[in-house]
């Protein structure tokens, strides 16, 4: 079954979005109220993703199809546009799941689950976050957040000094919640079995749960 997604909002971020998704084959419509802003969408998107109104008013919102969406995203530049959309799609029609834009960081503490917005996508919070974590995990570097960020794919490369090198996985002191994923070994990719003995140099992907960065950090690669 293909996933019906519903973005409203056809500025730079909705047309990204909308033609990451398409790409994907998920089955978009993205509805745009400006007239200006029509005929550049129209050469980037096919015709039939494109909704011309007003995505705050129930008749468009139909029309582009909300009854039957998996997701709807509100990424226009207006808080309180996306905020509105995002109450009707989860109150009136009851989307499974909804996505938010936060365009102004002061008004990120509206957008909770109580008014309607599952996820909400703040520029500078995220930015923020991904500075501070980045920093504090010295060389480990996040590849991938899942689960609401719940969980962290991590790349790292074992330095000679670190407690890894020379060492068998099993041997390993691995955190809770933390598994590693794969090595690659001047460019070979390895599966991480017990008896792989870590080199300098390895590039070490770790499922990791938030939790437990810190001390796979701290115990694990790092000296």
């Known amino acids: 079954m293909v996933m019906q997604v519903l973005i409203v909002g056809g500025g730079k971020v909705g047309t990204y979005l909308a033609s990451l998704l398409l790409e994907e084959h998920y089955h978009v419509r993205l509805i ?22 007003n995505g705050t008013e129930p008749d468009t919102l139909e029309v582009a199809g909300i009854a039957t969406a998996d997701v709807v995203a509100a990424v226009t530049g207006s808080d309180e546009v996306n905020l509105v959309i995002t109450n009707l799609a989860r109150f009136e029609y009851d989307v499974p799941r909804t996505i938010a834009r936060v365009n102004n960081p002061k008004n990120a503490w509206m957008f909770t689950p109580a008014m309607g917005v599952d996820v909400a996508l703040n520029q500078a919070d995220l930015m923020g976050r991904l500075i501070a974590e980045e920093m504090s995990l010295g060389d480990m570097m996040t590849l991938l957040k899942l ?25 390993l002191r691995l955190p809770e919640q933390c598994s590693l994923v794969a090595v690659i070994r001047k460019g070979e990719l390895l599966i991480p079995r017990g008896d792989l003995v870590l080199r300098p140099a ?18 694990f690669l790092v000296d």
Not at 202 to 219: G, I, K, M, P, Q
């Open 32 to 53: 745009e109220l400006r007239e200006e802003e029509l005929k550049r969408l129209q050469r980037e998107l096919p015709a039939e993703t494109v909704v011309h109104g």
């Open 147 to 171: 689960r609401k960020g719940q969980f962290s794919l991590i790349e790292e490369r074992i330095a000679p000094e670190s407690p890894a090198a020379g060492k068998p996985v099993s041997e």
């Open 202 to 219: 390895d590039e070490v992907l770790a499922l990791v749960h938030a939790s437990s960065l810190d001390t796979f950090a701290r115990r």
